[in-house]
T-cell receptor, first 110, second 114 residues
Framework: GQQVMQIPQYQHVQEGEDFTTYCNSS?????IQWYKQRPGGHPVFLIQ?????EVKKQKRLTFQFGEAKKNSSLHITATQTTDVGTYFCTFMEYGNKLVFGAGTILRVKS | GAVVSQHPSWVICKSGTSVKIECRSL??????MFWYRQFPKQSLMLMATSNEGSKATYEQGVEKDKFLINHASLTLSTLTVTSAHPEDSSFYIC??????????FGSGTRLTVV
């Protein structure tokens, strides 16, 4: 079935540094949703991207959807310790099933 | 916002016994809920789609007789792990919500089979 590749698998940054995770698909996606899962917690919805080339911002987080709707990125400016967690890109399959990418684990060193 | 309550948050059971996990939508009706399983340091894997009033649809490789799903009302779906074995130990999470506005996840159930 359809899959998305997410990189990097893991990133450890110094507090204040920027962080980016990338999501790539071999096929065109109708939309992408991003979720964050804190250690020991459950995924929490961050945002949905639908339009080609769309860019959305949430405070220090910037989300982009590629022009071809095959890739997406999440960029965090000036990371904080509260940003720690795993960031997942997801896409919708037939039947509104949400399929998760492998996730990027972010660790922030203070 | 939408709230999904999942219970229990953790459970330890003996091998061969069955465990029931409940997932409730507290402030909205959910004709569809989804059940995921997550192993340590891995992503969430969709197990099945729970459909209110009808049979659940299972993903490839998921044994429907082992993971029984019941969605008897618009606010409750249950997952029963039957004849649990140590390899079934995992983090089970349910979700519900809107494809357009994002899904809400339950807090998860950590199952340990000893």
């Amino acid at each position: 079935g359809q899959q998305v590749m997410q990189i990097p698998q893991y990133q450890h940054v110094q507090e204040g540094e920027d962080f980016t995770t990338y999501c790539n698909s071999s096929t065109t996606l109708s939309n992408i949703q991003w979720y964050k899962q804190r250690p020991g917690g459950h995924p929490v919805f961050l945002i949905q991207l639908v339009k080609s080339g769309e860019v959305k911002k949430q405070k220090r987080l910037t989300f982009q959807f590629g022009e071809a709707k095959k890739n997406s990125s999440l960029h965090i400016t000036a990371t904080q310790t509260t940003d720690v967690g795993t960031y997942f890109c997801t896409f919708m399959e037939y039947g509104n099933k949400l399929v998760f990418g492998a996730g990027t684990i972010l660790r922030v060193k203070s | 916002g939408a709230v999904v309550s999942q219970h229990p948050s953790w459970v330890i059971c003996k091998s061969g016994t069955s465990v029931k996990i409940e997932c409730r939508s507290l402030d909205f009706q959910a004709t569809t809920m989804f059940w995921y399983r997550q192993f340590p340091k891995q992503s969430l894997m969709l197990m099945a789609t729970s459909n209110e009033g009808s049979k659940a649809t299972y993903e490839q490789g998921v044994e429907k007789d082992k993971f029984l799903i019941n969605h008897a009302s618009l606010t409750l779906s249950t997952l029963t792990v039957t004849s649990a074995h140590p390899e079934d130990s995992s983090f089970y999470i349910c979700s519900a919500g809107s494809a357009n506005y994002g899904y809400t996840f339950g807090s998860g159930t950590r199952l340990t089979v000893v």
